[in-house]
């Protein structure tokens, strides 16, 4: 030991050097900021200004498949058919109490609206050439019957162009009353409408909740107007330098604010404490200011840390919504904490008056009574969580998932939705798949055609080969009408199945569909669709769950044992967070509930990063007490000092999140906010519960490893 102390003199030596260094700058660091605090709020009031201004230009993306890798099949033969044909977007109409007359007079009204690329129909007219006429029905209820009509309709753009959101706009004008119009491009145009006009009230009713929650946990009826200026200062310039960022997801864009009110509000809490604290010690404002914001910076930077590894992990996702998702929430962290440190020091000089004069009482009791009743249920608690530990495991892994658009569209309650279904009831389902393959031979196409006409599954097929009677060359064909479905050098098949974008029968009918394909063309060809798509991203967020998971794990798992210089602590501050995250997602299995698997890896990560300080507060305080008094006494002081802080922030969260939950129709960022407040329940539940049970039992291994730091350090100082 004294020979492991020689060598580690010279290292200790420059450790104490470099504290001291790191004390003196702290200090001037400190005093810059509360010396020069007006010139620095300018600078934030200058900045909050221009992203303000920057904000309505962050470019907002609604297609999920444009987050797949080009690697993924589906997205090659999206890449490859837009070069070539453009990617179509796509919808259904369906026209009530009408004749087969009247449906084609509005069929040939709505084919004229600029955006329109075809609407397939119960064809009427025999005259093959015409753009309106590739398609040959045999069975007539398939698209009229009962006085309704079902059309199938493809844009010449995609789903979420703005020249499709238009055609919709026009096409409803035409249809009136008269009918529905469903699909992707409508549910794309609904996602966008809805989340625009959704994120500023979610945004809104949260600040309200969280305000009365402010005002019943602190001291002062204008504290919550102090911490929520500097907040919402760092949540506008946030998502104002989104700006710099190509495209933000539509869920980023709905969900990063009010996650960030939520996760960031301790941080303003810990300085306000701490300058009250020095108030008492200190009768110069100014200098009291200095010495909090010195002690606090360092519980700031540790306590965002374990929050910013769970956030931005998600960069790592080859899914790469996870990018933007990950860069905005870690962003999101990094300017509460500069507002935190470099702005709120300004507005605390000037508003103290203000926040001193509307001083109240305290409303949250002492947690005496509570503190007792935790500890005498803690041990019951610890067995439960032992029982339960492994089928929640395997419950909320066992969970029904979504993984593509149909995720993420109008959810159940929408008129959107209804309207689907009501279609679905009458004609049955309609799933756009689109194949590419080199126009060489006529023959080969039409013969591919025919197979897939032979699929029970299968509603239509369009191909030009497959229409043209023999013998007609297609230079006869106008070359507008031509380019539809042959162009520079590639042939166009559209092919409608009676299925739902994700469905096992859709995977089924998607693979044999693509076995079908390969047989007549071997060497080059690409097919694509919703159905595909949803394919490729189960695939790669199956593997990016993995990734993400065990990644914000071992980041926040390396925190935490750097934080308390303790592998143990670090063990026992990640267990009851697990736990929770196991019992969360294993009430979706329970109720049955599908979820969005995009938002199941968000919110693991999440409730990781978010709740893990409640464990690590708690620890802390434990390991204080338990200084000077035995195990039972520092678990019932540890709930009782913890107890304050942890319900304040957990409500926050759980507030911010229902609040999503409840305002949002869209099925993925609902589920979300769901997952969200009810992870922070379960979280603040087995951390006050869970954890005292687990220092218990665990405490003489603490009192062995605290012994033998202390030793170390000592033998170190004799050693100087």
């Known amino acids: 030991m004294c020979r492991f102390a020689i060598y580690l003199h010279p290292v200790n030596e420059v450790l104490e050097r470099l504290d001291d260094m790191k004390e003196t700058n702290q200090k001037d660091f ?101 753009s309106n006429s590739f398609m040959k029905y045999d069975d007539v209820s398939d698209y009229y019957k009962d006085n309704k009509a079902v059309m199938d309709i493809t844009f010449v753009k995609g789903d979420s162009s703005k020249l499709t959101h238009k055609a919709i706009d026009k096409m409803e004008k035409i249809i009136g009353d008269r009918g529905y119009l469903v699909g992707s491009a409508p549910q794309n145009k609904f996602t966008e409408e809805e989340v625009s006009s959704q994120m500023n009230l979610i945004l809104a009713i949260g600040v309200i909740f969280v305000f009365l929650v402010l005002l019943v946990t602190t001291s002062s009826w204008f504290e919550p107007v102090l911490f929520l200026s500097v907040i919402g200062t760092a949540i506008f310039i946030n998502r104002g330098t989104n700006i710099f960022l190509n495209s933000i997801s539509f869920i980023t ?66 899914f790469s919504m996870g990018f933007d998702l990950g860069i905005v929430l870690a962003k999101g962290i990094v300017c509460s904490i500069f507002s935190i440190v470099f702005f709120m020091p300004s507005l605390i000089l000037s508003w103290m008056p203000i926040i001193e004069k509307t001083r109240h009482r305290e409303f949250l009791p002492e947690f005496d009574k509570t503190s007792k009743f935790v500890n005498k249920v803690s041990k019951g608690f610890f067995i439960f969580a032992l029982v339960i530990l492994i089928p929640s495991y395997m419950a909320q892994g066992m969970t029904n998932f979504m993984y593509g658009n149909d995720a993420v569209g109008a959810g159940e309650g929408t008129s959107l939705y209804e309207h689907s279904e009501e279609i679905n009831k009458v004609f049955g389902r309609s799933n756009l798949n689109v194949i590419l393959v080199p126009a060489t031979s006529n023959v080969t196409e039409k013969a591919l055609a025919e197979k897939l006409k032979s699929l029970d599954y299968v509603k239509s097929v369009t191909s030009l080969a497959d229409t043209l009677p023999d013998g007609i060359p297609e ?17 166009r098949i559209l092919v409608f199945t009676k299925t739902k974008g994700e469905s096992k029968l859709a995977y089924s009918s998607a693979n044999e569909i693509k076995q079908i394909v390969n047989e007549y063309y071997p060497n080059e060809n690409y097919i694509t669709g919703n159905t595909y798509a949803t394919m490729d991203m189960e695939k790669i967020l ?80 434990y390991r204080e007490l338990r200084k000077r008094l035995n195990k039972k006494e520092s678990a019932i002081k540890m709930t009782k000092f913890s107890m304050h802080s942890i319900i304040t922030s957990g409500t926050i969260l759980v507030i911010c999140g229902y609040v999503v939950s409840f305002i949002s129709k869209l099925p993925a960022i609902g589920q979300l ?36 730091l202390a030793a170390i350090k000592q033998k170190i100082g004799k050693s100087r």
């Open 30 to 130: 400190a005093g810059f900021i509360v010396d020069h605090n007006k010139g620095i709020r300018r600078v934030f009031l200058i900045l909050l200004f221009i992203s303000l201004l920057f904000t309505p230009f962050v470019n907002i993306n609604y297609d999920l498949t444009k987050y797949l890798p080009a690697s993924a099949p589906s997205k090659a033969a999206i890449n490859k058919m837009e070069d070539t044909f453009g990617y179509p977007g796509t919808a259904r109409l369906m026209l009530k109490d009408v004749t087969i007359y009247e449906a084609n007079a509005i069929k040939q009204q709505l084919e004229k609206v600029e955006g329109v690329d075809r609407i397939l129909w119960l064809d009427t007219t025999e005259n093959v050439y015409e």
């Open 253 to 318: 864009n709905n969900v990063s604010a009010v996650l960030q009110l939520a996760v960031s509000m301790d941080y303003s809490i810990f300085l306000l404490n701490a300058y009250k604290v020095e108030q008492k010690k200190e009768a110069d404002k100014t200098i009291a200011l200095k010495n909090a914001l010195r002690t606090s910076i360092k519980t700031i930077s540790a306590s965002s840390l374990t929050t910013f590894v769970g956030f931005i992990v998600f960069v790592i996702m080859k």
């Open 475 to 491: 230079k006869i064909i106008p070359s507008d009408t031509l380019s539809l479905l042959h162009k520079d050098g590639y042939a």
């Open 542 to 621: 199956k593997e990016d769950y993995n990734k993400v998971n065990n990644l914000s794990l071992l980041g926040v798992f390396l925190v935490v044992a750097f934080s308390f210089k303790s592998v143990l602590l670090a063990l026992l501050a990640m267990i009851p967070i697990e736990m929770a995250i196991f019992v969360n997602m294993s009430f979706s299995y329970i109720y049955g509930t599908k979820l969005a698997f995009i938002g199941y890896i968000v919110v693991s990560s999440i409730q990781l990063g978010a709740t893990v300080d409640y464990a690590i507060l708690s620890i802390s305080n």
């Open 673 to 708: 906010g769901h997952l969200i407040g009810r992870g922070a329940i379960v979280s603040m539940a087995f951390v006050i519960f869970l954890l005292p049970a687990l220092l218990m039992i665990f405490d003489g291994m603490l009192v062995k490893e605290n012994k033998m």
